[in-house]
């Protein structure tokens, strides 16, 4: 009789029940309702806004240290013949895609007809254009200054060379455990901060 009641309170704990809804579907509720918030109240949701920056910076505080520690705990565990067998496919990707980039800027111009028309003023015939530093961008002559400000590129580069350099180490694995257990933390406050992204989105579109 025992074994009956089990059996039948497992059947019934393993019955289907309402469908939960996704964070796709949450994510458009958010996205219709500030819609609707911010049409019907106008100027009154402009206080989302700080909820909505918010929301963006807790969404760009892992990508930097997540970028650094991914880069160079993957590359930190490979072995010369795999760091070479990838650099020689990463730069032949490369490569290609920088042909097709290159291609299609090349060939968009001849795509288009030529088209007279009157010069007018602009403020851009006046101001000079920002120079770019390109040895600041891809080189980080002070990496804690290109984290602090997001240089992507200079940060990349150092990882790449940091990673490649923890390959020939010994003791590479007293350095590649902790920062592991680091990514797999960062790993866990994104997924945290995913699930703000109804929210995030709500107070975004109520607040533009």
Known sequence: MTAEMNQNSGVEGNSPGKRRIGLGEKVFVG???????GVFFGEMTAFFKFAGDAFIMLLQMTVIPYIIVSLITALGRLTIEDAKSLGLKAGGVLLVLWGIGLAVVLLSALAFPQWPSASFFSTSQVQEPKSINFLQLYIPANPFYAAANAIVPAIVLFSVLIGLALISVKNKAALLEPLSAVADALMGVTGFVAR????GVFALTASA
């Open 31 to 37: 996205l219709v309702l500030g819609l609707a918030v």
């Open 196 to 199: 703000l992204v109804p929210y």
